[in-house]
């Protein structure tokens, strides 16, 4: 028989494999999500790089429509085309969408999209008005040839009004591409960026057990290190997640992690204290747990980035409060953020 010693610890063994498991279904989750966030940020810049090439191929067929037989429809087609090339949004994938100053991209797809299918339905007119004079046309041409009333079927019968009745067709083809585009863009860009993502780490809810693992003193320092981990993605995702971490009293949790020894864990937990600090109303429930004492131990750390975060943690709480700033001089916190910042890591 075994002695009390030896005698396997079958209860840490499940423990630690239900971890694994949870781990493993979680990335699986939430590399999903990032892979189908990622299809969508791709088709966000096909949709937009479309609404562009076909805003040039407008302009380019701006003095071919002032060229026709209706010449005041290279009037409209040009605004319109201006209005495209002036206040087109930009996409990049680190910034976003960035549009012109006061010109949001949700207003931009909208007049965009009515003053395409405006042009559609006024060149589709323009078009109808030449059929419906194909007869004379047709007549005159007939009449040229013959060398008959060559005055009266020069008008009907002339380049410009073939040539017309070729370009409104296109142009309004064109425009109705434009629209089409304009429109998949707008419902592309309804879904914003962590959107997946915070939904499917939402719906995980491990983020209680994971804030157990990390709180109790039964855990190794990998399993800390990989709690710690876990809590900064969920705390990534928005605000209602920091305030979840709160509720389950994780801010404790984050602040002892982030004394560690453990590197790794440290710099987690101290990354996921800044971001949490970055909601006003959790900053006073930050500093009720003696926050500064603990950013200003932080601030002292040999480590680079743990320092980064503390110091980004701190300047988020002083920021818009002259009263945390006071109390922040209370704390004798003035000396640590001077050690950091002569600090040569």
Known sequence: PLS????????????????????????????????????????????????????????????????????WAGVYSGVFA?????????????????????ILHFRFVAIFSVLSSATVVATTVL????????????????????????????????SQVWFSGI???????????????AVLLGLNLRFKIGDRLETVLLELKDIAQWIAVARSAGSSSEEKQEAAAHINSFVATSDD??????ELEGLLTLINLSLMQNEEAQVLATEALAMMLEVPAIQSEFIGK??????GALMRSPRALVQLHACRGLS??????????????????????????SSKT
């Open 316 to 341: 988020l709480i002083v920021a818009d409060s002259a009263e945390n700033a006071a109390l922040l001089v209370e704390g004798n916190s003035l000396s640590d953020l001077a050690n950091a910042m």
């Open 82 to 102: 201006l209005y495209g090339l002036f206040y087109k949004p930009q996409f990049y994938y680190v910034g976003g969408v960035a549009t012109v100053p006061n």
């Open 241 to 246: 997640a920091k305030f979840q971490v709160v």
């Open 127 to 158: 078009w109808i008005l030449l059929l419906t004079s194909s007869d004379k046309l047709l007549d005159g041409c007939r009449s040229a040839s013959a060398g008959q009333d060559l005055s009266l079927a020069a008008d009907s019968c002339s």
């Open 4 to 71: 009390a010693n030896d005698k396997v610890d079958t209860s840490s063994i499940r423990s630690k494999n239900s971890l694994q498991v949870a781990s493993k279904r979680q990335d699986t989750d939430v590399l999903g999500a990032l892979h189908r966030e990622v299809a969508k940020l791709e088709r966000r810049s096909l949709f937009m790089n479309l609404v562009k090439f076909l805003i040039y191929f407008q302009l380019l067929l701006v003095p071919l429509m002032l060229a026709s037989q209706y010449w």
């Open 167 to 181: 370009l409104y067709p296109v142009h309004a083809l064109v425009n109705m591409a434009a629209m089409t585009s």
């Open 290 to 295: 003696n926050g500064f004492a603990c950013l």
